[in-house]
């Protein structure tokens, strides 16, 4: 198992603050990853969230589990030296379920599988955990490319 750090997970992706929320991860296979998301109560997309009671946004954990999909994707992109510039999009989200609040303060542990549909899209399967129950399901589709941009 490889483990990332916050520094090589911006090597792989181009996202930047505000708008990046995977903290660590674990590569344990071509099609398995598991990392950690966080968002702390001063995070700038709280503040417009229930600014009295506030609540991380549920399309934020969507689009952690996607920026962890595509640290997977760049990671084998690297490693099969089919390009240092693999970028992935989130394309659809086919379904989303939440069964809990998530916290500032609290870590999502998400955990991703995902299944090649054909040479530029992939299908994700994703589970995301806090305080150790489940508190989010989804599924969704990155489409991904080489590129000069980052």
Same mark, same amino acid.
């Given at each position: 198992? /490889?483990?990332? /750090?916050?520094?090589?997970?911006?090597?792989?992706?181009?996202?930047?603050?505000?708008?990046?929320?995977? #903290?660590? !991860?674990?590569?344990?296979?071509?099609?398995?990853?598991? @990392?950690?998301?966080?968002?702390?109560?001063?995070?700038?997309?709280?503040?417009?969230?229930?600014?009295?009671?506030?609540?991380?946004?549920?399309? $934020?954990?969507?689009? !952690? $589990?996607?920026?962890?999909?595509?640290?997977?994707? *760049?990671? /084998? =992109?690297?490693?099969?030296?089919?390009? #240092?510039?693999? %970028?992935?999009?989130?394309?659809?989200? #086919?379904?989303?379920?939440?069964?809990?609040?998530?916290?500032?303060?609290?870590?999502?542990?998400?955990? $991703?599988?995902?299944?090649?549909? /054909?040479?530029?899209?992939?299908?994700? =399967? !994703?589970?995301? %955990?806090?305080?150790?129950?489940? *508190?989010?399901?989804?599924?969704?589709?990155? @489409?991904? #490319?080489?590129? !000069?941009?980052?």
């Amino acid at each position: 198992m /490889n483990k990332l /750090n916050a520094m090589q997970i911006l090597e792989l992706i181009p996202h930047r603050e505000p708008f990046i929320f995977v #903290r660590d !991860a674990n590569i344990i296979s071509e099609i398995a990853i598991s @990392g950690t998301a966080y968002w702390d109560e001063s995070h700038p997309i709280l503040k417009g969230h229930f600014p009295h009671q506030p609540v991380v946004p549920g399309i $934020c954990q969507v689009e !952690a $589990c996607a920026q962890l999909a595509g640290v997977l994707l *760049a990671w /084998n =992109a690297r490693q099969s030296n089919i390009s #240092r510039n693999t %970028l992935g999009v989130l394309g659809a989200i #086919r379904q989303a379920k939440f069964q809990g609040l998530l916290l500032p303060g609290s870590s999502l542990n998400i955990i $991703c599988n995902l299944r090649l549909i /054909n040479q530029s899209l992939c299908l994700v =399967a !994703a589970t995301g %955990l806090s305080n150790e129950k489940t *508190a989010l399901t989804c599924e969704f589709v990155i @489409g991904f #490319r080489t590129s !000069a941009i980052f």
